[in-house]
């Protein structure tokens, strides 16, 4: 009889939770990308966290196995010192960057030893997503986005230099809770400060966005877990209203036509402002894709 080894492989990490946060103006979007969210991402846990006025508006529409919860639970009143440390001007941006220290704590709710995704509420997966391949790596789409601000802050704060040619602005991040509390015990160490207060104390307060939870996290974990990692060269699109109108009234046909195409798409309230010359290439990408006169 030939011998059975009793050493065990080792695991693959599974996701313990996707986190989303979001808020009343991309409510109609979320309603569709909840549900898509269940199908094509694997993990033993889902939550949205959203404003404390909107939790029963969102629990009505947000089925199971998704919990609905407060953004008080994360960051109690962060509202007033974001506020207080913002410029006149720069007011209307501290929902934004609300919404970022949210993701971040609520990751930080977590044990080091699990895995988190955090999902960008108003993007919706179009097919079954691997995150964490079999191996153990984890798996990071890239972005286009070039920001100086966010990379000003990076240096500042952590002394890190952009080393990587793409962005990790990708309407979503996998990562191990154990790599985010790195980043903000660096964070407050660097600033003798609370993580959330030595943020705020590095940020350029007259810049309207000066600091980007992703680029930030996927700047550190570039750094200093570069052989945990792959970058993913799959497609996803970004401006998704734009090109195919609210997702509560796109038919099936142009869902499985997307799915060809993109791994995700992103329905974000600013699409629809884009200039002519946006809309011209937007119009150009419908015929190239064959969805053109195919919409509701």
Known sequence: MPEVSSVMPPLVPVIDEVISVCSIKDIDVWTVAAKHIVQFISAKQYTVIVPDAQVQMFAAVTKAPYQVKPESLFIGNLKE????TLTPENQDRVGWYLQQFVKISAVLTHDDRDAVLIWDADTVPLKKLEFINSSGRFIYYKGGEYRKSYFDFIERALGLKRTQNFSFIAQSLILKVSWARELTNALAQSAQLHWVEAVLSFLDKTEPA??????????????????EILISERPWY??????VGNPLVISQWIWTGLAKYYDFISFEAWD??????????????????GLEGKFI
């Open 210 to 227: 000066g600091f980007a939870e992703f680029e930030t996290l996927g700047t550190w974990i570039w750094n200093h877990h570069h052989d």
């Open 272 to 289: 629809l402002k884009g200039g002519i010359r946006n809309r011209i290439r937007r119009a150009y990408r419908r015929v190239k894709l």
């Open 81 to 84: 010192k974001i506020a207080q």
């Open 238 to 243: 970004r401006n998704g209203l734009s090109l």
